[in-house]
C-alpha cells in the first residue's frame, strides 16, 4: 500500500465501467478518440480489473486485462489520474495483475502502445513506464491500427 492508497480487484461491471471512464476522459492525449474511449468503458465490464483507491475510496487508477491461449496477459487498458502519475500507482497495480496473470498459469505479458516511429511525448512516457516495470520492445506492426498510429507490442516474460 502507498500512502493510503489500497489495490483491489474490482468484481462489480458497473463499477469497472465507471472507473474506466472517469480515468480516461482525463488522460485526452491518449484516448481523445471518443468511440475508442466508449468502446474500451464498454468492454473492461467482463474482464478482469484491478484499481487503486484512495482513502476516501475514490478510483484514482486501474489495469484491465485480458489472457490469450491460456498462458499470455495482455494489458488491455490502464491509466492513472494525471494527479497521481509518477508516484508509483502504476507500478503497484502492475504488480497486482502480474500475481494474478502467474496465478491463472501465464507466462508472458503483452501491451500494445503507440510505436516510437511516431513522436509523441505522452507515448514516449508511456513506454518508458512499460521499460521500468520489465517491458521489452517486440514488434511495430502498421497494419494492427494504421500507417499514422502504428502499434508497437512490448512483452516481459513471467517464468524466471
Known sequence: ?????????IQN??????YAREILEK????????????????DVKELPYYAALNAEGKCIGFFSVKIHYQHTG????CGVLPEYQ?????????????????QMGCKYVIVKTLSDTVD?????QTRGFYKSIGFEPLIT????????????????????
Do not use: R
Not at 461491471?13 to 465507471?18: C, Q
Open 1 to 9: 500500500m502507498i500512502d493510503g492508497i489500497h489495490i483491489t480487484e
Open 13 to 18: 461491471s458497473g463499477e469497472k465501467s465507471s
Open 27 to 42: 488522460l485526452p492525449e491518449w484516448f481523445g478518440d471518443k468511440q475508442s474511449l466508449d468502446e474500451y468503458v464498454e
Open 74 to 77: 495482455d494489458i488491455f487498458v
Open 86 to 102: 509518477h508516484n508509483g500507482i502504476g507500478k503497484a497495480i502492475y504488480q497486482a495483475v502480474e500475481h494474478y496473470l502467474i
Open 120 to 124: 509523441f511525448e505522452p507515448y514516449a
Open 141 to 160: 506492426l502498421t497494419e494492427m491500427w494504421n500507417e499514422e498510429n502504428p502499434c508497437l507490442i512490448m512483452f516481459k516474460s513471467l517464468v524466471q
